[in-house]
Structure formats: structure tokens, C-alpha cells
């Protein structure tokens, strides 16, 4: 399957353009979506193309919808095939839940990527990554942190990540290293932000009194958890939960969360508009 | 807004070729949705365009595109314009929250549609209909069960009614009426379908202790509770609720879901295809 | 049904005592709810004695009750008698969703209150309001916002309000009004608190990307949609939703949550303790 | 902490005499629930209390409450020590995320019991079930189906289980295993039952159109998917997704349904009643 992802101007005969164009190449649409930003003026499309219904190859095929359609009307654009999996590197802390609910999806055919290595600044997770057959690398954050993102971004390189997921990883990122890895590396917050952005937010959320607590899973942006959200969702809790129930609570909402978020991501269904995100389902 | 809506077998170069006939008649997409049901063979469309960037008249619009396109692909379709409203007529009995629901956000300006008239079988309903300035008609069943039926059906056709709702009205419809507004009579049922279908969900859901309550917006069959699904939601519940809180926590959810519903239906977003639906938003 | 509530700092054998108490006079309890905050060192308790149990009068069963437990353990407590209804004042400006929404669940007998009166700062609600048979009084906010809240405390004095609802009224109320009601000034606030606190909330959230959208039912505190949460809940949204679409669906989240909210305060289910509530149900 | 769970006919004075007993042992009360079912008048009650309140044995303590209370009401009852945690054998057939879910929440704290042996009919999980260190058995089921059950009843007396798991077991369990394990045995089943008991849920889901899916925690009994329920949750889905779309979007709601439904179980807050469960929370 190829897909096809565009955001431009809007204007009339977009739609017409691009799908005569791929109907002009044979290709055969699985799926369309389409979206047009009134406010902003501007439209945001996605398709989905069989791959064995056109007689060219990605490279022509994008070759030549460069040349006679995106010029033409301004297009960000890109074209990817999903025979080619995405390479995702994920990198955790202490908490182990979405780590171990990312790789268990992952083995179990859900997420449709590879997993080149799991990078962590705590040494306990090595049994579980070694039990789904991953290389594992423990880089501990000292007093040198400049150092040790520098051994990340090293190890990402090795690996040819092509996305970041930070499950639950408790370090913030440099902003040269947001900014390398823009629209690329994913966050799981552990609040429903903007509620609660920064350190501790279940222990924010129990002292504010809050009846749902809730997840965001976010692009990472040199400004802390306030970069465009992917997805959201929350957990009712009441007067009874302290904040560990807070804590184990809301384990299953980032979980959930992170997984549909990083979904989206890998069928290429996030177009980040600004500081927002449109997503084509 | 015009709004096209398509149903047709899947074949290649359907989207290029509707919008390529669009976009030659000057029409700009403001909304386009696409389903393609692989298991079916089947493929769904539905197109917004704005009303003033067609150079031509609605019907002659349909015309060439009748000529043009739906033939040649085997299309059920039909195209509307947003700018004629369709009538509702509303039937009731004794509960009136559904009925007083869909008053208040028409008036509000929720549903885009005109409320021609309320039909109940039941008295209580007068003063809330005039209230909002509606005609309001009493039809009482009494022993002779066909001869209310047929009192509705001359007034429905009496007030030219394009759609009927009935918001929570207990008579079981008769087959031939079923059939003469098929796809068009929309019924809200009181329990998560196919679960607890025919009389008294609630008290059917408290004695078998379920853990969440319902209600299913759908169109209307000759058999009952079973035709195409247009939308559901749910509720928490548990072993403190009576019945009569089940009904009182259920009349929150059939609100929400025949508003929902409903405004689907008003949008065409709706396909009917078999017994199921394509909702295209 | 005299429904006694009490907090006060947690020791041993409150239970046994308070419920020997009321066993000895004869009660039966017909509900009870406790909860013990391990963290504050503090215990809520609830319970639900049926009326015709007691041989004594509430007034009788509460000097008793004061001499002979409620002292010896610290309590705050107050006992009430389900069959005197509390005087429930609403108070609107120009959205009526939630005005309405009150009025019908009122009249169907959802809500156990008295509505005394309604008041609001916009002249259009009164057919509404009269439909219901209820008193209407529109004050409006000029120049001179004291007279007016001064008109509004004469209001709420003359018809012996026991607790006001904001239901979407949106001036600000004075610090002053704000301690005169404490604990029984109910608002809604249309986001998901502490997220998009003040002025128009589904702007913010618009522009921040959210992807659900909340409402907050809280009481009101001299400081701006801080009080203790009472209840909330949240609804999806995606990027094809527009400003104005948030609004609209925010309307039924809203709706909603200051009903649940209003209801748990008339059935004395909701103690407020620091800034937070128990809701014992 | 010891749990004391009670259910007996509904009577004045249950909760004095019963937390007054309590009380004169000494014991602090650190949760306590109750309900009184008008229906059927029926009283059912949970406390916990602290153990290192109690001066005397566990044993002593039940042997006391026998005599000098329970008898009296006619009470069914249990007390348990959250010390002695309870052995959970886990059976499972091809798919693995219920199981491989509860096993990470079991090493991470989450439940509250051992786990000595996993029992399933498909080689396909000894690696994962090694990974946590725990004993797996496959006992594969051919065309000898009494010896297979033969051989687990076997397995789960060895390893002295107090409750068994269901995660997503294949088989249909035997009414005389059925009657040893009432109460005892839980089920998680891949629809909102009532709808779609049997066999391949998400597939009459798929064909029935609904727009939620749904699973169900409940305790196995001899008529199928019809045994009281414990918790019951749903998932939106929508025209787009396909059958396995559902097998997949439905593996988060079975996951979450049973991890709580076990939890209440495990943690004695579930009362059977007739054919449906109280949860005191």
C-alpha cells in the first residue's frame, strides 16, 4: 500500500487533481480522507493507494507527482510504502507499562514497525526487552546529562530510527535534540494536558480534586508537554482513589493512549498543522 | 451546500472520476468522505460543495451527473441541497424527554430541519408543543389499532413530512408503514440492541445485572428493534440502581443517541447498505 | 427519609458509635456510605435513616444526637429531612441550554428541589421560564455591577433560596456573594478544570488542539473556577470540529455533568473538605 | 487488613450490631460498604479492619462473630486476611493478551494474589509464562475432552488454587467443574452480553452493525455466557473497521474488563446474589 499525504492551500479541484492523477498512473484508492480547515484555509488529504495497481515504482510514482500536481498548488507532501516498516526506537525510564504494552502489541502484530532497540536510564528492563529478542542499552543520567542524550542520539543513529517513542521517559529532552527529531518523536504525558503539565501531574490531579484523570500522547517540542496532541483520553476516579490508585489508574489510560497515538503516527494518518494535529482515520 | 452521496460496487477510478466531473462543473469541495467495505466489494461516498461555486441549477447538476457518471458505475445515489430543509414530524406517547429534547435543539438551531408537526397517542404533550409554536395532534389507540395508524399516515402525508422520528413513541409500527418509510423513520429503543429488544429493556437489564445500560438509534423495519443501527452510547450502572434509575440514567443516553442520530440522518451521512450503515463524517 | 452527614477526624469505632446511636433510637438505616482519607486523617460518613423508623422528631433526633456523640468526636454533621424540599434559585444570561435542561428534569421530577425562581441578566428566557409556571426576573448588568448583585441578593433573600445554580450565568460573582453562599453556589463551567479556566474555554480549547472536551460542576469560591469539583466529564472532538462545533457539543457535556452535580448536593451526597469534595453515593 | 463480607436478610440494626461487635474487639474500620436491596430485601455489607487493631487471631475473630452475631441474622459470611493472598491458576488458549496482561500486572504489583501455574491448550505461551518465572502446562484438548478437564481439575488441586481465570480459555467448561468452581471460576467474554454469547462475538458484532463493542467479566456457571456479572465495558467502533478491527479493538476492553473484574474479586468486593453481583467499592 502506498500512502499519499498532503496539506496545502485550499482551493478548488484538489481533490479532482490528485485523484485523476492517480487514476491517470492505474492506481486503485483503498481509502480517502480528506479534510478542509476553514479557518485556517487550508486542506489536508490523505490516500491510501494499492501498491500492485500501479505499473511504476514509489520513486517514479512520486517523481511525477512532484512534477504535475504538487508544484502546482503549493503542497507539503509526502508518499511512503507500508511494505517498508518504520524503524521506532523506544526509550523508558523506571515505569515499565508502556514499554512492556508497546512490545507485547508490537509482537503481536498490532503496531506496524520495527523495533530496532529499546534505550533506557534505568538497568531493570533488560529481561522483559531480551525476552521479545531486542537489543537493550541502559545509558544512566548522571551529573553529565549533555552526555548522555549524546550517547542517545548516538545509539538513535546507529539504529536508523525513524521515530522516538518516550514511554514514560522521565528525562526532558534538549531542544536540539526536538528540534532533530520534530514530528518524529513521540511523548505519553500522564495527564490530560494542558491540566497538569511538568513533574508529579496525578499528584497534581489528587490535590486539585479532579473526578477524571487522563493522557496525552504528544510530538515533542522544545517546549515541555506542549507540543501538538496526537490523542487524549481520561479515567473516571472519585474521593476514594489516593494518588497511588491515581497512578495505577491512570497506567491503563497512557497505555491506551500511547498505542493510538503511536497507530496513527505509523499509518501516516498525523498531519501537524501549526501546534495542532489533523488526523486522517 | 449540495450535498452527492454514492453507493456503488468498488472499482478503480470512482473518486477521480466524481471529482473530476465536480470539479468541471466549477464545484469546490468543502467536505468529501469515502468508504470502501472490502468485504462487500462495495464503495461509499459523500461530497459537500458549495452551493455557489456551481454555475448551474441543482437539477440540472443531477442531470449530467446522472448522464455522465451514475450510470456507467452502477450508482445509487442522490444528490440534496442543505438549503432545503427537511420536515420532521415527531411521534411521541407517554414519555416526553426524547420529544423535549429534539424541540429544544431544533429551536436552538441544533438540528437543521422543520418540525411540521407532533403526533402522540397520548394528551400530555400540548402545552410543551405550542410552547414552541408547533401544531400538535392527539391520536388515541384505542381498539381499533389500524385505524390510529391510518390517522398518522394521512397526517404525516397531510404535513408533507420528508422524515419521522419516534421519540420513544410504544406502538409497534405496522409492516406496510415500516416499508412506505423505509430508510426514513428513525426509532430510539431503550437498550444497547441487540441486547434486551421488544418491552421493558430496563427492567430486562436490571434482572440480568448487566453493568452498563444503552440505548440504538435506528431505522425502522417491519421486524422489531432489529433494522440498521445509525448510532449507540451507554451508561454506567450498578447494583444500587433500581429500575426506575435505570430509566432515569437510560433517558439521558436515548437523548444524546436519537440527537446524535438524527443529525446524521439530517446531514446524509448516512448510507443504508443491507442492514447495516456507513456513516460518513 | 432524614439523611445525616458527618466529618470529622478519624479514630476508632465512629461507626459503631454513630449507628448503635441511631439504632437505639429505633432507626433504620436504609443507606450508608463511609470513607476514611488515610492522607488527611479525616472521616466522612453518610447515612439514610427512614423517617417512620424514629419515634422522636428530627428536631429531638438532632439535639440528641448532638449531646450524645457528635460532641465527643469533633464532628461538623448536619441531619435533613428528605420530605422538605431545598429552594434551588437558577441564575442565566443569554445561553439557555442548561436553564432549560433544569427546568425539564425538574418538572419530571428528576431533581427533588423547589425552584423558587429564576433569574438572569438577559431578558430572553421568560416564555421558557413562564412555561414552567415559575417566577422571572431579569436584571440586567450595566454600568453599575454592585446594584445589580445587589438586586440579585434581594432576589435569592425574598424567595428563601437554600442554594443557587449558575446555570451558564456568566458575570462574575463578587467575593463578598461568593461567602455568603459558600457551599451552596453551584457552577458550570464549560472545560475540563484546571484546564481553560476563564473566559471562553472551547476557544482555548480550539486553539490548543485538545481532543476531548470537558465541562466542570463546581461550587463557587471568591477565586475564578477554583472551588471544590463536584463533577465533571468530557466528550471526543477531532480537528473537522469547529469552534462553534465545541460549543455544541460542549452544551450536552455540560448539561449533563451540572445535573449530576446538582443532584449529588440535593441529596446531601457531597462534603467539601479543603478544596475538595467526597461524594458519598 | 481482615475483610469481613457479609450478606443476610435486611433488618433494623444490622450495621450497629455488627460494627458495634467490631468496635468492642477493638477493631478500627478502615473501609466499610453496604447495601440494602429494596427489591428483594436483602442486606449485603463489606468492612475492612485493621489486623493490628485486632488482639486476637483471625480464627478467634470469625469463631466470635459466628457466635455472637451471625447466627442471630442468619448472615452468609466470610472474613479473609489480605495477608494470606489468594493462588489465581491462569487458563488460556491461543490468544495471549489476557494472559500476558494479567501476568505483567501481577508482577507489577497490581493484583493482589499468587499466580502458581498457567494451564492452557496451546504450547504457543511457555516462553512468555517462563519470563515471569511461573509453572505452564499445556494440556492439549484432542478427542479425549473429559481427560483433559480431568487433567486440569487435577493441575489446579495440586497447586491448591482458590480461584481460576478464564483468559480467554476456548473451551466450554464442564457443569460438574462448573459447580466445584462456583463463585470461584471467572470468565472474560468478548461481547456485551447479553448480546452475542457463544461463539465468535466480534464477528455477530461485525454482521449486526453495532457501533460499540463491548466485553464481559463474569463467574462461569453451567449455562453459557449467562453466569453473574462482574464488570462489562465498551469500545466505539465504527463502519470503517473490519471483523479483525474488532478482534483487535476488542483485546483493550477484554484486557481492562477482566484486570478489574479479578481485582474486585480478589480484593472480596464482589457478593453473588441470585444470579447477579454486588461490588462494594
Chains 1, 2, 3, 4 share one sequence.
Not at 545509539?155 to 521515530?163: I, N
Amino acid at each position: 500500500m502506498y500512502r499519499l499525504v498532503i496539506a496545502c492551500p485550499d482551493c478548488v479541484g484538489i481533490v479532482a487533481r490528485v485523484s485523476s492523477f492517480i487514476a491517470a498512473q492505474g492506481g486503485w484508492l483503498t481509502e480517502a480522507s480528506y479534510h478542509a480547515d476553514r479557518e485556517a484555509g487550508w486542506f489536508f488529504m490523505r490516500t491510501e493507494i494499492r501498491a500492485d495497481s500501479l505499473p511504476v515504482s514509489l520513486q517514479e510514482f512520486a517523481h511525477r507527482f512532484a512534477d504535475e500536481v504538487a508544484g502546482q498548488y503549493g503542497m507539503q507532501w509526502h508518499v511512503s510504502d507500508s511494505a517498508r516498516k518504520q524503524q521506532v526506537a523506544l526509550l523508558a525510564s523506571k515505569a515499565s507499562h508502556c514499554l512492556a504494552d508497546l512490545l507485547y502489541r508490537w509482537s503481536a502484530g498490532e503496531l506496524d514497525c520495527g523495533i530496532p532497540c529499546v534505550i533506557a536510564n534505568h538497568p531493570g528492563h533488560e529481561a522483559l526487552v531480551r525476552h521479545y529478542g531486542l537489543p537493550y542499552h541502559c545509558v544512566p543520567f548522571g551529573a553529565d546529562r549533555a552526555a548522555a542524550f549524546a550517547a542517545i542520539a548516538d545509539l538513535l543513529g546507529h539504529y536508523r530510527a525513524d521515530t522516538v517513542v518516550l514511554a514514560r521517559f522521565m528525562q526532558v529532552i534538549p531542544p536540539a535534540l526536538c528540534d532533530a527529531w520534530a514530528g518524529r518523536m513521540i511523548n505519553i504525558h500522564h495527564s490530560f494536558l494542558p491540566s497538569f503539565a511538568g513533574a508529579q501531574p496525578y499528584r497534581q490531579a489528587y490535590d486539585r480534586g479532579v473526578k477524571l484523570i487522563g493522557a496525552t500522547c504528544h510530538y515533542v517540542t522544545a517546549e515541555l508537554d506542549a507540543g501538538p496532541i496526537i490523542e487524549q483520553d481520561v479515567a473516571r476516579v472519585s474521593h476514594r482513589d489516593s494518588p497511588d490508585d491515581l497512578v495505577r489508574l491512570g497506567r491503563d489510560v497512557e497505555k491506551a493512549v500511547l498505542a493510538r497515538g503511536l497507530r496513527a503516527h505509523l499509518e501516516d494518518r498525523v498531519i501537524i498543522h501549526g501546534n495542532k494535529t489533523v488526523i486522517l482515520d
